[in-house]
T-cell receptor, first 113, second 112 residues
C-alpha cells in the first residue's frame, strides 16, 4: 500500500507570496491532519479534515487554510507569507482521526525569503 | 496551561544498554498517548500507542508505560543499537479534543 505523499518536497517563496501544499493520504484513510514543524516550536497542529469537513483547528492565523476533496486528498494554503512561516509542513492520515495511529508523509520544506 | 515535556537534552548511551525516555504532561486528561520516531528531514513514524487504562505496552525491544497518576509515560528501548539513534516524540490527544499535541522530542544517540 502506498504511503502518504506530499508535493512539492521543497519550495522557496518570497515574503508576501502565497503557497499551496498538497497531501495524498493512504488509500481508505479519511482523516488528514496538517502540522508545522520548526526548530523553536516543534511540531504544532494546524488543522484536521475528515470527509471534506474541517473538524479541528490549531492556534494559527487565518492566513493558514486548508481543504479536503472527495477523494480525501488535502491541500493547505498559506497566504501573505512571512519569514516565520519557513518550516517543514507535515501531513498525516488515519482511518478515523487523531486518536489513532497517524501515518506521516515526508513533508514539504518551505523557505520564505 | 497545558504542557508536554520531554528532556530537551540529547541522551547518549552505549550500544546494548537500555535507553529510557520520559514524557511528562500537565493539565491534560489523555485518552491515548503515542510515541513516534523521527529521523532528520523525515516525517515521524508511529511506534506505540497506549491507552489510559493500560499500564504497559510492549513491541519487540520497545516498552511503554503510562502512569496517569504521575502524569508520565516512560519509553524504553532495550538492547539499543546505533540504528536506534533518532529523535523520539511523545504525543497525546486530550479526551474530547480532536488535536494531537506533540512534545518537543528527545534526541537519542547510541554509540557503537
Amino acid at each position: 500500500k502506498a504511503g502518504v505523499t506530499q508535493t512539492p518536497r521543497y519550495l522557496i517563496k518570497t515574503r508576501g507570496q502565497q503557497v499551496t501544499l498538497s497531501c495524498s493520504p493512504i488509500s481508505g484513510h479519511r482523516s488528514v491532519s496538517w502540522y508545522q514543524q520548526t526548530p523553536g516550536q516543534g511540531l504544532q497542529f494546524l488543522f484536521e479534515y475528515f470527509s471534506e469537513t474541517q473538524r479541528n483547528k490549531g492556534n494559527f492565523p487565518g492566513r493558514f487554510s486548508g481543504r479536503q476533496f472527495s477523494n480525501s486528498r488535502s491541500e493547505m494554503n498559506v497566504s501573505t507569507l512571512e519569514l516565520g512561516d519557513s518550516a517543514l509542513y507535515l501531513c498525516a492520515s488515519s482511518w478515523q482521526g487523531v486518536q489513532e495511529t497517524q501515518y506521516f508523509g515526508p513533508g514539504t520544506r518551505l523557505l520564505v525569503l | 496551561s497545558q504542557k508536554i515535556e520531554q528532556n530537551s537534552e540529547a541522551l547518549n548511551i552505549q550500544e546494548g544498554k537500555t535507553a529510557t525516555l520520559t514524557c511528562n504532561y500537565t493539565n491534560y486528561s489523555p485518552a491515548y498517548l503515542q510515541w513516534y520516531r523521527q529521523d532528520p528531514g523525515r516525517g515521524p513514524v508511529f511506534l506505540l500507542l497506549i491507552r489510559e487504562n493500560e499500564k504497559e505496552k510492549r513491541k519487540e525491544r520497545l516498552k511503554v508505560t503510562f502512569d496517569t497518576t504521575l502524569k508520565q509515560s516512560l519509553f524504553h528501548i532495550t538492547a539499543s543499537q546505533p540504528a536506534d539513534s533518532a529523535t523520539y516524540l511523545c504525543a497525546l490527544a486530550d479526551t474530547g479534543r480532536r488535536a494531537l499535541t506533540f512534545g518537543s522530542g528527545t534526541r537519542l544517540q547510541v554509540q557503537p
